[in-house]
């Protein structure tokens, strides 16, 4: 099967409430980028010009319009109606995939059209820039070494879209980096459903016709709470003890949403537990009006405006440095090493 042509296909897999979902796949043209880089600034001016004017309307009916439109529109109701400061790793998901991608209740107008707004679209850019910073990061320590275990370890990973777009950024570049070798994708979250469909898209990325053909790599999940290191520290020093090759994530999740303290103490876990030429990739939400602009909308789900040079603070405090960064529209998407 000549994997290049088998990656056109859109492959699909199915989420543990039974819906049929694409496996996103950054390499198949079916999901090019729904945000140009360069495209960044003026598309950051025209939402800001956008929430200035929705905003003009009383509030009261801005909750009633999301209220009735939610009804029948289940993406909008997880983001408007989510009951924590957080939406589920699936709901993120859909996000992803984007208006063009959507499937079962979620395929209709107004979900399209929730999918369609910067917001979403970045989502798709930022989980690109994820799988780059740790495909290329993680590559020397491949090419040194053909038979070390590799293993990442994705922190509110839910379901580990970067980690799996990075193994298939691997395969495509060098396939060889990947063929002798196991590897094991951890992935420590609160929620199941995220890991659970994670589990089944790489079963459909491993498949026949799936870039990760051939490939020994599983999914592996833990329950944690990013507030308590426990689970995280005895992860490490079993795999430090093994002398694997280890790469922590998180996107979308703890230097977006955690507090300075539980970025402190999981750094400082990671420092602890990781070899000298481990790295930590992740997203840190930007401090800017469009930023503060986003998390006064009224939707519950609030990330921290930290951005770079405050979270870069912090992880040198933890005896980490910012080795590279890319931007989003809303986050930046870092690169640590240990210092």
Known sequence: MDHAMARRQVLSAESPQGLVLPVLDITNPAFAPLLSEADIDGEIALYLEEERKRRKAPRWLTRLMYWSAGRKAPLLRAISGARSSYISGLATYMLKLGPNHLAGPFDNRIDRIVAATLPARSTRIRLQHMAELLADGITPALAADAKLPLHFVDIAG?????????????????????????????ILDLDREGPAFAAAALAALKGEDGPLHGLDITVLYKRNDWTATGTLSELLAELRGSGAIVAASSEGGLFEYGSDADIKTNLGALHAGLSSSALVVGSVTRDDEATRMLNSGGAPIKTIPRGLERFSALAEAAGFSVEKSRRSAFADEVLLRKR
């Open 158 to 186: 839910g379901p580990a879209m970067d980690t799996l777009n990075a193994l298939i950024l691997l395969a495509e570049r060098n396939r060889e980096l990947l063929a002798t070798r196991k590897t094991h994708i951890h």
